[in-house]
């Protein structure tokens, strides 16, 4: 049976209650838990009689733009500061290499096959925009695994440091909480505010919910250790009787904070099914890129954005700085570039829209790729796919969702830190960076260090086309409108346009957003 907190233990937990609630509805207000508003393939129609758009940057907004452009008839020309297309949309694989800002180069030495997204790295179901050009262009998906009730949950101040299996956390706060309001249902604490129909069908629920006995306690048993499992578990043979599992004490599992990680699985964003490109995510911008790439032109930098009644041009120079400078220009411009860049480049933009450029900040954020020499984690724990939740800097640890049983060398995303818990790798040499990776990781799996092959990481403060992770709104209400609008003729897409910051989905639906305001003023005026 479980031991009960005392009112100053509940007190505290309602109030850590109370704030995750809040921090729910502020993710809400950033588009974090927000659906997708895509209702199908956009329709421009109507001639726009030789008109052309230029278009700074080869992301997915960019090529999303051009793609749908040129199908409605537009003459269309990308630039791009790379030298292939993405942007964030970015996989590294076997034999790339990657420049940060600072000259450190990292040379990726997985082995063949093997790969590594800095970006973005699922798809969820609700995401119907990126889905459906999926579909349309014929990238593959498979299951994205995000949600594993037998991988770790791991604070460095409970279980003296010891990763504990989700699942045990997960059961015992549930029942935890089950016992104790089934006894305060029971003592009559409720009766004001549940009737007895609903009484008995809240006690009802509770022996359910929590895995109850009929006592309504919470306590040791088979039916319990059928869902936080088994201390001996069932098998054939002589010796199969399986032997319960001990439940961990109520006051314990409050105190040691795990259960701030329970709902990670269940917030929108999160719930399954998921979904990831078959060989990385890069296969979403390839499709793309194979249908208007002809439009691009690559290793490009843009200095300079002028407009006048009539047009809109881009003097750029190569990606290196050494080239003299070019001109492009076009009647329109649909501007991709990330506000963090945006703002340092020369532009003819009205007060107001300049504004909001100067004053968007971007999000810290570090991801590793580690690599090594045996899927350790399935052979040894029996984690397949899912996610592994830390307080260490690392965050977190995400087992790949393929290539289950394999032999050989798999990568691990080997932490996922964002926002000011980010900044003590961005000063970090990538050396070291991948040294704190294995030192946090291996307090979960010791076996870190001595099945550790090669690693890379990605700081997004210093990734040059980007200078941050994706863009945060200081005050959205006051200035968002204002992002949207047309600025002479200029039009702003990204997923720093969006309501749902830092995904894909935000990316393709600001642009679909964007070149339908455009189109609407060419035909109409």
Same mark, same amino acid.
């Given at each position: 049976?479980? #031991?009960?907190?005392?009112?100053?233990?509940?007190?505290?937990?309602?109030?850590?209650?109370?704030?995750?609630?809040?921090?729910?509805?502020?993710?809400?207000?950033?588009?974090?838990?927000?659906?997708?508003?895509?209702?199908?393939?956009?329709?421009?129609?109507?001639?726009?009689?030789?008109?052309?758009?230029?278009?700074?940057?080869?992301?997915?907004?960019?090529?999303?733009?051009?793609?749908?452009?040129?199908?409605?008839? &537009?003459?269309?020309?990308?630039?791009?500061?790379?030298?292939?297309?993405?942007?964030?949309?970015?996989?590294? *694989?076997? @034999?790339?290499?990657?420049?940060?800002?600072?000259?450190?180069?990292? $040379?990726?030495?997985?082995?063949?096959?093997?790969?590594?997204?800095?970006?973005?790295?699922?798809?969820?179901?609700?995401?119907?925009?990126?889905?459906?050009?999926?579909?349309?262009?014929?990238?593959?998906?498979?299951?994205?695994?995000?949600?594993?009730?037998?991988?770790?949950?791991?604070?460095?101040?409970?279980?003296?440091?010891?990763p504990m299996r989700f699942r045990e956390i997960n059961a015992d706060?549930?029942?935890?909480?089950?016992?104790?309001?089934?006894?305060?249902?029971?003592?009559?604490?409720?009766?004001?505010?549940?009737?007895?129909?609903?009484?008995?069908?809240?006690?009802?629920?509770?022996?359910?919910?929590?895995?109850?006995?009929?006592?309504?306690?919470?306590?040791?048993?088979?039916?319990?250790?059928? &869902?936080?499992?088994?201390?001996?578990?069932?098998?054939?043979?002589?010796?199969?009787?399986?032997?319960?599992?001990?439940?961990?004490?109520?006051?314990?599992?409050?105190?040691?904070?795990?259960?701030?990680?329970?709902?990670?699985?269940?917030?929108?964003?999160?719930?399954?099914?998921?979904?990831?490109?078959?060989?990385?995510?890069?296969?979403?911008?390839?499709?793309?890129?194979?249908?208007?790439?002809?439009?691009? $032109? &690559?290793?490009?930098?843009?200095?300079?954005?002028?407009?006048?009644?009539?047009?809109?041009?881009?003097? &750029?120079?190569?990606?290196? @700085?050494?080239?003299?400078?070019?001109?492009?220009?076009?009647?329109?411009?649909?501007?991709?570039?990330?506000?963090?860049?945006?703002?340092?480049?020369?532009?003819?933009?009205?007060?107001?829209m300049q504004s909001v450029v100067d004053n968007m900040p971007y999000?810290?954020?570090? $991801?590793?790729?580690?690599?090594?020499?045996?899927?350790?984690?399935?052979?040894?724990?029996?984690?397949?796919?899912?996610?592994?939740?830390?307080?260490?800097?690392?965050?977190?640890?995400?087992?790949?969702?393929?290539?289950?049983?394999?032999?050989?060398?798999?990568?691990?995303?080997?932490?996922?830190?964002?926002?000011?818990?980010?900044?003590?790798?961005?000063?970090?040499?990538?050396?070291?960076?991948?040294?704190?990776?294995?030192?946090?990781?291996? *307090?979960? *799996?010791?076996?870190?260090?001595?099945?550790?092959?090669?690693?890379?990481?990605?700081?997004?403060?210093?990734?040059?086309?980007?200078?941050?992770?994706?863009?945060?709104?200081?005050?959205?209400?006051?200035?968002?409108?204002?992002?949207?609008?047309?600025?002479?003729?200029?039009?702003?897409?990204?997923?720093?346009?969006?309501?749902?910051?830092?995904?894909?989905?935000?990316?393709?639906?600001?642009?679909l957003d964007a070149i339908s305001r455009l189109h609407d003023r060419?035909? #109409?005026?």
């Amino acid at each position: 049976m479980i #031991n009960h907190p005392t009112r100053r233990t509940i007190l505290s937990m309602i109030g850590a209650a109370a704030g995750s609630s809040a921090m729910y509805a502020a993710m809400t207000s950033l588009g974090h838990a927000a659906e997708s508003p895509y209702n199908g393939p956009i329709k421009l129609d109507g001639d726009p009689r030789g008109a052309k758009v230029l278009i700074l940057g080869a992301g997915l907004a960019g090529m999303t733009a051009a793609l749908e452009l040129r199908a409605a008839g &537009y003459e269309v020309e990308i630039l791009e500061y790379r030298e292939k297309a993405g942007g964030r949309c970015w996989t590294l *694989h076997s @034999g790339d290499s990657y420049t940060e800002l600072g000259g450190a180069t990292q $040379k990726v030495d997985f082995a063949e096959g093997n790969y590594f997204n800095p970006g973005p790295w699922r798809i969820p179901h609700h995401h119907h925009a990126l889905l459906d050009y999926c579909r349309r262009l014929g990238v593959a998906l498979e299951p994205f695994i995000q949600g594993n009730q037998n991988a770790y949950l791991h604070s460095s101040n409970a279980f003296d440091g010891k990763p504990m299996r989700f699942r045990e956390i997960n059961a015992d706060y549930r029942g935890g909480i089950s016992d104790l309001l089934a006894k305060a249902t029971n003592a009559g604490a409720l009766d004001e505010a549940v009737s007895p129909s609903d009484r008995e069908a809240l006690m009802a629920s509770l022996k359910y919910y929590g895995v109850l006995d009929d006592e309504f306690n919470y306590r040791k048993g088979d039916h319990l250790s059928a &869902y936080r499992g088994w201390a001996k578990w069932p098998g054939g043979g002589a010796d199969a009787r399986p032997e319960p599992s001990e439940p961990i004490d109520f006051a314990t599992v409050l105190q040691s904070k795990l259960w701030s990680k329970l709902l990670e699985d269940q917030v929108t964003d999160h719930q399954e099914t998921m979904f990831q490109p078959v060989g990385g995510m890069d296969r979403i911008a390839a499709a793309f890129e194979k249908q208007v790439g002809d439009l691009i $032109k &690559y290793n490009c930098k843009v200095t300079q954005i002028r407009q006048n009644d009539q047009g809109v041009t881009v003097t &750029y120079v190569g990606s290196d @700085g050494t080239s003299e400078p070019r001109t492009a220009s076009g009647d329109w411009c649909v501007c991709t570039i990330p506000f963090s860049i945006l703002s340092q480049i020369e532009a003819d933009l009205s007060s107001e829209m300049q504004s909001v450029v100067d004053n968007m900040p971007y999000a810290e954020g570090t $991801k590793f790729g580690l690599e090594f020499k045996r899927r350790f984690w399935e052979q040894d724990e029996h984690i397949y796919g899912g996610i592994t939740y830390t307080d260490l800097p690392i965050t977190l640890i995400s087992y790949p969702s393929t290539g289950y049983q394999s032999d050989g060398p798999a990568v691990l995303l080997g932490g996922y830190p964002w926002g000011a818990i980010s900044n003590q790798f961005t000063a970090m040499s990538p050396e070291d960076r991948i040294k704190w990776a294995l030192e946090y990781g291996s *307090h979960i *799996h010791p076996q870190y260090m001595d099945e550790f092959k090669t690693g890379v990481s990605v700081v997004w403060h210093r990734v040059p086309w980007t200078l941050g992770c994706y863009g945060l709104w200081r005050d959205r209400e006051a200035n968002y409108d204002q992002a949207t609008r047309i600025d002479g003729r200029i039009l702003m897409a990204g997923e720093h346009v969006s309501y749902l910051p830092a995904w894909q989905e935000g990316a393709i639906t600001s642009a679909l957003d964007a070149i339908s305001r455009l189109h609407d003023r060419v035909i #109409n005026g």
